[in-house]
């Protein structure tokens, strides 16, 4: 399911979407946490429309995030910090944002960059989702914005098209994968199958990796390059003649008399005082 | 007269959903869809009804309306409510409040709370209420910026979802120059008329075609939506609609 690759430990998730979804944004994330377990009193999101307008109902979230975790915490507060930081990421709230173009409809870009780097920040926050879609972004720097935006988020999941979709990953220790996956969606459910040959980290999701260009030979071509199990048997058996020398024993020269010859048994040198 | 493109559009019932957004491509008219609903709705009993008039005056609609069969001179002032942006330029000039930041409000702050008004006076007398805005892009010319036109349609979407049996159509022309604005508006709602132009020419049975796009059923990661296609002819008194490939070139 999608939700195993989405709703991981990675705090930020960005989804960009190409299928002009974004009337179902907030659904389809819910819905992703739902699978995951993730009950709805972990999950809180701004409201949207003209509240967005205020900078109140920003601050509003982030104080609710704050004072619904400490209520929660019985004792925990004369606790070991170090003890409760680990146990926030995963106690913490889901907090799902409006779509990027409604929020660019009423604040501005470095608002919204400096809001989600506090949501990252925040101990009370254990997961940020943010939708996109470019073809909302009423922006004459929303390619800028877009850039950004998947700078800050360490999962970026881009919803191709209808059967498509790429995941990019950044794990903590600064490793990064990019894999693509094969979807069928219905209403209720999101399933993936990963693409054979997935890209390597860091390259190019338009770029085709060599490995994925080494597909087997069509069954109508002549020129085989694969083995047979008899065929690679024989092959690890063989010993190349450089690997003979290798061998423990002594070099002695075998010398086999032609007819014609006149051999001699005697040693030639015998009368030599070497 | 204008039962065929109301039925074709699916908006022939008495209770409409809740946003409707009409996007009208360049180099076609599709006023005649407000015309058609303005109809539809005046004759529905105890239906209130606010026109606001961005791209003609009143007087249009009047003449539209008697053409079309029906007489908005008898309702206004009833159920039919009119907020006439142009008329009252033209009469008061740039005096006008329309053409002025009165208290520091913006064009569409103030036809927001003119609209709020309207409906907060009238909503709760009437079985249903719609409110019509012929033309987004109008708002452009009389220098809103595409944020404040987004916005103002994200508050009249957030007035609908705040009152049952009220419902919103707006209309913007240019569609294709103004896409972003266009499709951030559609997805307020749960219908979508578009009125495009023929892409091979032009054609003297058909001026243009309509492509109807509602949701049916909102699912956790894919909507249920239909999408219908009809050819349509804009006659001196009634408008004809056309299945695709029912009208030919006769040779």
């Not at chain 1, 982030?62 to 926030?88: H, V």
């Not at chain 1, 990796?209 to 047979?228: G, M, N, R, V």
């Not at chain 2, 039962?3 to 809740?18: D, F, I, M, R």
């Amino acid at each position: 399911m999608l939700s195993n690759l989405v709703v991981t430990n990675q705090k930020v998730v960005l989804v960009i979407d190409e299928l002009n979804r974004e009337r179902i944004a907030p659904k389809f994330i819910g819905s992703l946490l739902h699978e995951q377990g993730q009950g709805a009193e972990t999950i809180k999101a701004l409201p949207t429309g003209v509240s967005l307008k205020h900078v109140a109902t920003f601050e509003a979230l982030i104080t609710e995030c704050a004072n619904t975790k400490n209520n929660n915490t019985a004792g925990g507060e004369a606790g070991d910090l170090e003890a409760s930081s680990p146990r926030s990421k995963s106690t913490g709230f889901n907090v799902i944002l409006p779509t990027l173009a409604d929020l660019l409809c009423y604040q501005t870009p470095a608002f919204i960059f400096g809001f989600l780097n506090r949501l990252r920040r925040s101990e009370n926050v254990c997961r940020v989702f943010l939708w996109a879609s470019p073809q909302h972004l009423q922006n004459p720097h929303a390619d800028y914005i877009l850039a950004g935006c998947e700078y800050l988020a360490e999962l970026v999941l881009r919803l191709e098209s209808d059967k498509l979709l790429s995941l990019i990953s950044r794990k903590p220790g600064g490793g990064v994968s990019n894999r693509r996956y094969s979807c069928q969606v219905s209403k209720t459910s999101f399933q993936v199958t990963p693409l054979d040959g997935g890209l390597p980290a860091g390259a190019s999701p338009k770029q085709p990796s060599p490995e994925s260009e080494q597909t087997p030979e069509p069954a109508s071509s002549t020129f085989k390059i694969e083995l047979d199990e008899d065929e690679v048997v024989a092959r690890n058996a063989l010993t190349l003649p450089y690997e003979r020398t290798c061998e423990p024993s002594e070099g002695n020269i075998i010398y086999t008399p032609d007819a014609d010859d006149d051999f001699d048994e005697e040693d030639p040198d015998e009368d030599l005082c070497i | 007269m204008a039962t065929s493109v109301l039925l074709a559009c699916g908006l022939n019932e008495q209770k409409l959903p809740g946003f409707v957004h009409i996007s009208e491509e360049s180099n076609v008219d599709g006023s005649f869809l407000i015309s058609c609903i303005l109809g539809q709705r005046l004759r529905i009993s105890n239906a209130g009804t606010l026109l606001v008039c961005l791209q003609h005056h009143y007087q249009h609609y009047f003449n539209a309306g008697m053409r079309l069969g029906y007489n908005t001179n008898i309702f206004q002032g009833k159920t039919l409510g009119v907020i006439d942006v142009l008329s009252d330029m033209a009469g008061e000039g740039l005096a006008s409040k329309w053409l002025r930041n009165t208290e520091g409000q913006t064009l569409t702050e103030q036809l927001v709370e003119d609209i709020r008004a309207q409906v907060e006076s009238n909503y709760a007398s009437r079985n249903s209420y719609t409110v019509l805005i012929d033309n987004l892009s109008i708002l452009f010319n009389l220098g809103a910026s595409k944020l404040q036109v987004q916005q103002f349609c994200q508050d009249l979407a957030a007035l609908a979802k705040e009152r049952e049996n009220l419902t919103v159509i707006t209309k913007l022309s240019n569609s294709d120059i103004y896409q972003l604005t266009d499709n951030n508006v559609a997805k307020l709602g749960q219908v979508r008329i578009q009125v495009l132009r023929l892409k091979s020419g032009v054609f003297r049975e058909v001026d243009g075609k309509l492509l109807i796009e509602r949701v049916l059923d909102e699912g956790n990661y894919a909507c249920e939506e239909t999408r219908k296609e009809v050819l349509y002819k804009v006659n001196d008194r009634n408008v004809k609609i056309f299945a695709p490939g029912e009208i030919g070139v006769k040779v």
